[in-house]
């Protein structure tokens, strides 16, 4: 029999009720007796009370958890076992808990806690996990030192900070650094490292390992590398030198998210470390390197200064998304980053803040705390501090910086600390620019001009949609960075820094010869829909002549979209002038091949759906597949002739190197290449397959071969080389499914759900399948409707494994109300049907209750 009580409605949690623990954790020891399926884990911490503590309740958050014992002091008590964890009446005076609990990993599919992937036992803790692997208050404000003995026959185990000893069946760690449990990390398993070493700028050693499991040995080196580079880059830039004897990477298939910075143990879904030229194409080796600084950074925006609770959690993802960037411009190419970061924010962020979804960079409520690892909180939190390091400028940010070490070392922050220490360095009041923080949506940005006798004028009006909760808001500090060009195209002025703070707000510029051409929102500077009434033309010219590559690469965005929005409404033709433009800068050799690469990706078809959405109209997703092919078809012929020779020119000879350079020039042959198909229907792919030495040829020949519906050979042949390559198999579930016609992508993903790799525990697996059918806009909004219910169907299945990937993943509806009232019937079907299910996991109910109530 089903237990009829119905569900309790899931708790919300608020910024506003934020109370400190009553204690403070001075030390923790805990020690693991590891057994597939009974942990037992002991844990012995010392408490104190806190002097002025406003609520003395002794109350230690605990899920899942079998508790064998618990003792005061060394006497035994019976503590009350409540809701998500458990309370017990506590001396007045400092005390020694101690508790013994049972878990079983063998059991964990949610990857949250202690779990076990490929038989290597292995942690995840962030957010709320550390809850599932012994009792504690698992709050990111409680910091303490951690001393772990690990017992068990793993080859191989590994905790934080420094190894103290090890023997037959046993090894003790000690990490000198106080740190919320959430940092907390424990891996045990046959493993093989990669060694490296490093200097810090004071002269200290530091070991360096890469560990995995035998059999991907020689797939670390790149990453090796990036983490020196890392390394290098923090003292160079920030003055931030690595503070332990010790950093360990270890590499997992099974995990949730791409990587974990937990003290000197960080661990990786192998997706995001391991890479070989055979195996990884050139956008893999820059992600893995973003991935390895990313987490590295973590050690001091994160680590060293952590957050206070969970709604700060931009204060140290949107700062180190932040760095991470700054680091692969410094590494590669600034452009090309930026370029790369605003098409993701638009595709990612934007449908976020301007859904059912938006929230706050800083949001102040939520049920399920792992719902809020979103585009928001990172890429936004991130542009939020580019926006703030171009108001107060570059000295003033790295003076800033530099107090915020100094002053917080240590502590658990929030975004209020953060922003004082700005106006401390600075001298400057940033009240409202905290309006960032707190409000939700993308802010419109109107723009009008006038010009008479010399004197240019340009009138800004700011703007943000309602979201969910916040009907109106304020206007904000909008950073716009502007350049004037004459009608020559030389730059009459150069960039300035116009700061908006009114809703309605104009700047002169005097002296102008002749009325300019304006270069706005250089380098994106804000966040924001520029909305400003401009003519192909002059989107042209600004294509042709900008000084500022991304306005240059956004004027030629800007004309694609706009050419595929009338050819979507009207019928009409792909614009000539358009396609001069793109053949005249595709055979321009002086320009960088990376940038031309960039100018031929065409706009996302679901950002075309939205711009259509913007103007009134409603979007219908196969018109806008079929002009995006028509486009790309007359482009392949428009350059016919050319095309031999460009794909000539734009193959790299020599091995490969995973650098900027030469990935530029294969992005671009790749684009060259995957016009070629569409007019010798994929003689020269064929060719390229063959020869291909190379992942990144290998899979975009394949790629075009599969979209020319004539690469059935070669994706079997794919399938016998790699079929033991789980990451160069995931790869192969996605982009067949990528490459299908609409009408049969949610068939071709249904069939690889059936096929002998397909696996529901693993997310890297599910989310190349159901990622990729999500991705194709026209595909998974086809008319049938198959493939929303495909989506809910698996969505339902997995949530009894695993809550935290599913309701990421119901994201993928977040659009709906974009769509025709058929399209919405039918979403609104699958996301009741998802809803009502019996037993759905916390994560899952909120994200569909959210969207649901758009
Ligand atoms: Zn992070």
């Given at each position: ?5 119905p ?7 608020y ?5 400190p623990f009553?204690?403070d ?11 597939p399926?009974?942990?037992r884990?002991i ?23 079998k ?16 809701e ?10 400092p005390?020694t808990?101690e ?6 990993p ?7 806690g202690?779990?076990?992937s490929?038989h290597?036992y292995?942690t ?18 409680v910091?303490?030192t951690?001393?772990?003995r ?22 003790e760690?000690h ?10 990390a424990?891996?045990?398993?046959d493993?093989v490292?990669?060694p ?16 995995v ?9 790149f990453?090796m590398?990036a983490?020196?580079?890392s ?12 503070d332990?004897?010790?950093?360990n990477?270890?590499?997992?298939d ?9 003290k000197?143990?960080n ?17 893999n ?6 991935i390895?600084a990313h ?9 060293r200064?952590?957050?206070?609770d969970?709604?700060?959690l ?5 700062l180190t ?14 452009p090309v980053k930026r370029?790369e ?10 449908p976020?803040?301007?859904g ?7 949001p ?11 585009a ?17 400028g ?9 107090l ?9 922050c929030?975004?209020e ?5 700005f106006?401390?360095?600075t001298g ?8 960032w ?6 802010p419109r940005?109107?723009?009008?001009e006038?010009?008479?006798?010399g ?17 109106d808001?304020?206007?904000?500090v909008i ?6 060009l004459?009608p ?11 700061e ?14 002749s009325?300019p051409v ?18 192909n ?7 042709a002549?900008?000084t ?12 694609a ?7 979507v ?7 000539a002038?358009?396609?001069?433009a ?7 050799d002086?320009?960088d ?16 759906a ?14 806008i ?23 000539a ?5 020599g ?13 671009l042959?790749?684009?060259i290449?995957?016009?070629?198909t569409?007019l ?5 792919a ?7 030495d190379?992942?990144t040829q ?18 079997q ?6 079929q ?6 995931d ?5 067949q ?10 068939a ?6 059936r096929h ?35 989506l809910a169907?698996n ?17 993928a509806?977040?659009t ?13 079907a699958?996301l ?9 996991s ?13």
């Amino acid at each position: 029999m089903k237990d009829a009580s119905p569900a309790t409605a899931p708790k919300t949690f608020y910024l506003k009720d934020y109370t400190p623990f009553g204690y403070d954790a001075e030390s923790v020891h805990l020690t693991f007796r590891l057994a597939p399926e009974t942990t037992r884990v002991i844990s012995r911490i010392r408490f104190t009370p806190k002097p002025d503590a406003a609520d003395r309740t002794f109350f230690l958050h605990g899920e899942e958890l079998k508790l064998i014992s618990a003792k005061i002091d060394c006497q035994a008590v019976t503590p009350e076992l409540v809701e998500g964890g458990l309370k017990c009446e506590v001396p007045g005076a400092p005390f020694t808990w101690e508790a013994e609990v049972e878990i079983n990993p063998a059991d964990n599919t949610a990857l949250e806690g202690l779990y076990m992937s490929n038989h290597m036992y292995c942690t995840q803790c962030e957010a709320e996990g550390f809850r599932k692997i012994t009792y504690y208050p698992d709050r990111p404000d409680v910091m303490s030192t951690f001393t772990v003995r690990i017992e068990g026959d793993e080859p191989v185990m590994l905790s934080n900070g420094n190894p103290m000893g090890q023997g037959e069946g046993w090894a003790e760690w000690h990490d000198p650094w106080p740190k919320p449990a959430y940092l907390f990390a424990l891996v045990a398993g046959d493993l093989v490292n990669h060694p490296g070493s490093f200097t810090t700028k004071s002269g200290k050693e530091v070991e360096l390992n890469i560990w995995v499991r035998p059999g991907d040995e020689h797939k670390c080196a790149f990453g090796m590398e990036a983490l020196k580079k890392s390394m290098k880059w923090d003292e160079d830039v920030y003055g931030l030198e690595y503070d332990l004897d010790l950093f360990n990477i270890v590499a997992v298939d099974d995990f949730n998210m791409g990587a974990m910075e937990n003290k000197g143990l960080n661990i990786f879904n192998s997706s995001c470390v391991l890479a070989s030229p055979e195996t990884s194409t050139d956008a893999n080796f820059e992600r893995i390197e973003a991935i390895i600084a990313h987490e590295y950074f973590h050690n001091w925006t994160g680590n060293r200064i952590t957050c206070r609770d969970w709604f700060q959690l931009c204060l140290k993802e949107g700062l180190t998304v932040f760095r991470d960037a700054q680091f692969t411009a410094d590494m590669r190419s600034e452009p090309v980053k930026r370029i790369e970061d605003v098409i993701a924010l638009r595709a990612r962020q934007f449908p976020e803040d301007n859904g059912p979804l938006a929230h706050p960079p800083r949001p102040e409520q939520f049920q399920e705390i792992n719902n809020f690892y979103t585009a928001t909180v990172y890429e936004k939190g991130a542009e939020v501090i580019g926006m703030l390091k171009r108001l107060v400028g570059d000295e003033n940010y790295y003076k800033a910086l530099k107090l915020y070490f100094e002053r917080h070392d240590g502590q658990a922050c929030t975004i209020e600390d953060w922003l004082k220490v700005f106006e401390d360095a600075t001298g400057r009041g940033l009240s409202q620019f905290k309006l960032w923080y707190s409000q939700a949506g993308t802010p419109r940005l109107k723009v009008s001009e006038d010009y008479a006798d010399g004197t240019y004028t340009l009138t800004f009006e700011q703007s943000t949609p309602p979201t969910p909760g916040q009907p109106d808001k304020a206007p904000r500090v909008i950073p716009v960075a502007v350049g004037l060009l004459s009608p020559n195209g030389d730059e009459v002025r150069g960039t300035e820094v116009l700061e908006l703070t009114e809703a309605r707000q104009s700047f002169t510029y005097q002296g102008l010869a002749s009325k300019p051409v304006p270069s706005i929102l250089r380098e994106f500077s804000a966040p924001v829909i520029l909305e400003r009434e401009s003519t192909n033309a002059e989107r042209a010219f600004l294509l042709a002549h900008d000084t500022d590559p991304f306005n240059r690469w956004e004027a030629g965005n800007a004309l694609a979209k706009e050419v595929r929005v009338a050819m979507v409404l009207d019928g009409a033709a792909p614009d000539a002038a358009y396609l001069d433009a793109l053949e005249k800068l595709v055979r321009d050799d002086a320009q960088d091949p990376a940038f031309r690469a960039l100018v031929l990706t065409p706009p996302s078809q679901s950002d075309i759906a939205q711009t259509l959405f913007d103007r009134g109209h409603t979007p219908d997703p196969q018109k806008i597949y079929d002009a995006a092919e028509t486009f790309t078809q007359t482009l392949a012929q428009q350059l016919e002739t050319s095309l031999p020779r460009l794909y000539a020119a734009t193959t790299v000879d020599g091995p490969y190197a995973p650098d900027a350079e030469g990935a530029g020039k294969r992005a671009l042959n790749g684009r060259i290449l995957s016009l070629l198909t569409r007019l010798d229907g994929g003689e020269q792919a064929a060719r390229q397959y063959q020869a291909a030495d190379n992942m990144t040829q290998q899979y975009a020949a394949l790629g075009a071969l599969l979209k020319a519906e004539n690469g059935e050979a070669q994706s079997q042949a794919f399938f016998g080389q790699w079929q033991d390559d789980r990451l160069v198999m995931d790869k192969w579930f996605a982009l067949q499914i990528a490459c299908a016609a609409p009408e049969k992508t949610a068939a071709t993903a249904a069939a690889l759900t059936r096929h002998p790799l397909f696996s529901m525990k693993n997310p890297n697996r599910f989310r190349a399948v159901f990622g990729a059918l999500a991705g194709h806009h026209a595909g998974f909004h086809h008319a049938s409707g198959e493939g929303y219910q495909l989506l809910a169907d698996n969505l339902i299945a997995l949530d009894k494994l695993n809550p935290q990937t599913t309701a990421r993943m119901c994201a993928a509806f977040q659009t709906w109300k974009r769509y025709d009232a058929g399209r919405q019937s039918l979403i609104r079907a699958q996301l009741t049907r998802i809803a009502g299910t019996d037993g759905l996991s916390r994560d899952t109910t909120e994200m569909v209750t959210r969207i649901l109530d758009a």
